[in-house]
């Protein structure tokens, strides 16, 4: 089982483009979880996803900001028009039926 | 919000000595978590324990919680280099999502 796999590790976008990531949570995990992290900061949620289905994005920003878990394939956050305060680790997680959260390494996200 | 204040937010000991941090809480939880972060890397789950205990082991570490007082502690003893990182407590809510709080950074000097 590889664990919850997170891509790209690093990515620099240009403000104004559009940044994608993607988390494959491990097998058999159907919950997903994505966290921002700033430098020197603890995790912030931002949105919880169960298959297809949005469960609580009440850390989601308003504008700009998306997630996605569909059917097949891995979970996406997307974050359109992006800005130098954009600039985060994103984290994502997974968890089963049962207790048991486990973390991907991370996206770390730089906007110039 | 966040919940989970650590405390201290920074600790320095030399290695060998015991490690304590304390996270406080403000709501009612299913169960608390601590995490080791190493620097620019993910995060690793280190223990859980659950509304219901009051004491856990594991290893060198050790963890207690105290609901009446919405309080934990971390204790690692007799501490290595290696366990320089920053340690998160986490609380799982009602919501099952985990809330985390903004970390004690402990540095092991050899």
């Known amino acids: 089982n590889a664990g919850v796999m997170q891509n790209p590790r690093h990515l620099v976008r240009r403000r104004g483009q559009e940044a994608r990531l993607r988390c494959s949570p491990m097998?058999?995990?159907?919950?997903v979880y994505w966290y921002r992290q700033l430098p020197e900061e603890g995790l912030k949620f931002m949105v919880y996803?169960?298959?297809?289905?949005?469960?609580?994005e009440s850390g989601m920003p308003k504008e700009r900001f998306s997630a996605e878990f569909p059917k097949e394939g891995p979970s996406i956050l997307r974050i359109q028009q992006v800005v130098r305060g954009d600039s985060a680790a994103y984290f994502c997680?997974?968890?089963?039926?049962?207790?048991?959260?486990?973390f991907g390494s991370g996206t770390r996200l730089t906007v110039v | 919000s966040q919940q989970g204040e650590e405390d201290p937010q920074a600790l320095s000991i030399q290695e060998g000595e015991n490690a304590t941090m304390n996270c406080s809480y403000k709501?009612?939880?299913?169960?608390l978590q601590w995490y080791r972060q190493n620097s620019g890397r993910g995060l690793v789950h280190l223990i859980l324990?659950?509304?219901?205990?009051r004491e856990k082991h594991s290893g060198r570490l050790r963890v207690t919680l105290d609901t009446s007082k919405k309080s934990s502690s971390l204790l690692i003893t007799a501490s290595r280099a290696a366990d320089t990182a920053s340690y998160f407590c986490?609380?799982?809510?009602?919501?099952?999502?985990?809330?985390f709080g903004q970390g004690t950074r402990l540095t092991i000097n050899p």
């Open positions: 997680a997974s968890r089963g039926d049962n207790y048991g959260y486990t």
């Open positions: 097998k058999g995990h159907s919950h």
């Open positions: 996803l169960q298959k297809e289905n949005i469960i609580d």
């Open positions: 709501t009612s939880i299913n169960n």
């Open positions: 324990i659950r509304s219901n205990e």
């Open positions: 986490a609380t799982e809510q009602g919501a099952q999502k985990l809330v």
